[in-house]
């Protein structure tokens, strides 16, 4: 059985400051409370430490938003895995289409990310998505196809367990917009075909499909309920603890 993961992605907001004052609010909504899936965390670098601080005592987990492939050395501006460990981090997020787009990340350089997390046991939730016109062309499962291909190539699949992939149409994400239940139930089974075709259907049974692009409290028992969904990344709700929390509680209840 696969464990829901309900990860919130704070991308380049939550400082220090706010960031502990948010996980801290997250922690105490949850304290003594039971969570039978998984809940994450992923604020900037220079948050982490508070955040990880912050749920020492509970049953969240944290993760980075970018890593790069090197260990150390002289890249300037970059963190590594081992320092990601060294934080106790569970998870990375790689690949997301504003790395991809504002960053000119490639399918090939996201996929050297991916093998240099997993084999430094570091979680790595895959984004991938198609834009809005590759949709309007139907292009969705060409654009998706590629995009982890690439990756699960470069990838041994006794990582099924550790592997996770975020399905994130772009023209969903931050903009209210979101795909419908069955847009993205038709998706995920596509992905999970995908893993069955280049690993094995046992393996494509244990990877984990999120669905990430405007998930909020109103959608998100619709969207976790679907067969292959399990799970969300969610950027705007999970910036106040009420709406994650809410995000938790209906996937508590939906159970799996
Ligand atoms: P959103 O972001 O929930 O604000 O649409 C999701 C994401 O980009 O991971």
Redesign the pocket.
Known sequence: MRKLLVAG?W?MNAGPTEAKVLADEMAEIWKGKQFSHEALICPPYVSLPFVVKSFRDSFFKTGAQNVYTEDNGAYTGEISTSMLKELTCDYVILG???RREYFQETDEFIAQKVSKSLSDSIRPIL?VGEKLDERKADKQKEVVEKQLNTVLNQVDEKHADDFVV?Y?PVW????GETASPEQAQEMHAFIRSLIADSWSSDAAEKVRILY????KPANAEELLSQKDVDGG??????LKADSFSEIMSIAEQIGK
């Open positions: 992605n991308k997301h289409s504003e984004c975020a994130e969903a994400i931050g903009t990430g692009g405007s998930m990344l969610i950027g705007g709700a999970s």
